[in-house]
């Protein structure tokens, strides 16, 4: 069994695990503005800032822009990622046009060719760590971590044996090629708010 076989094997044995624990995040008094998701097992619950607002914002309107409104987008929604007990509720992720949810309404990570996660300060480890791996090893496409602190993107591509072969960095200010991935657009970054 391959690295890849493993950690796909192990994300379907860890649903129920998950289901449970989201069960009991929304039984619990979560504050109005906070997003909870649960990475390698963990609870995480961070507070959206109007900066992070505006940079999803401003990513789902490019999208927008580019495939409709129909695209089929989504924003802090619960997908299952490879790995220990990955429920992750990505900033913003595209899905394939013909993405249908599974027996339990849930989007299937196979689906998804696009994710942005926006830096916050509690998060930055995973949105760099975990999370990167589990896209890598799910093979999403695009992975494109905004970090608002630094003032720079970075542009995750081409995901191989359980990691990503291209990693771009790039200033705020800067355009984002993604023509030549399932993205097929340019995004704008001279716009994004900074921290």
Known sequence: MTVLEERLSMADANTERLDELF?????????????????????????????????????LRALEGRFGVDVMVISDVRVD????????????????????????????????VFVAEVISQGTAAN?????EAAYAV??????????????RCHIHTDPK??????????EFGTDINLTATPVDLILKTDDFPRD
Do not use: S
């Open 23 to 59: 069960e009991r995040l929304e039984r619990m008094p979560v504050p109005e503005g906070f997003r909870a998701e649960i990475v390698g097992g963990y609870v995480h619950m961070t507070p959206q800032r109007n900066t992070h607002w505006q940079i999803i914002r401003r990513i």
């Open 81 to 112: 990622f490879p790995g220990h007990q990955n429920g992750f509720c990505p900033d913003i992720a595209m899905l394939e046009d013909t993405a249908e949810t599974d027996a339990e309404g849930r989007w299937r990570h196979e689906d998804v």
């Open 127 to 131: 949105d760099y760590g975990p999370k």
């Open 138 to 151: 799910a093979e999403v496409p695009v992975y494109l971590i905004v970090d608002p602190y630094q003032g």
């Open 161 to 170: 044996d359980g990691g990503y072969a291209t990693v771009t960095k790039v």
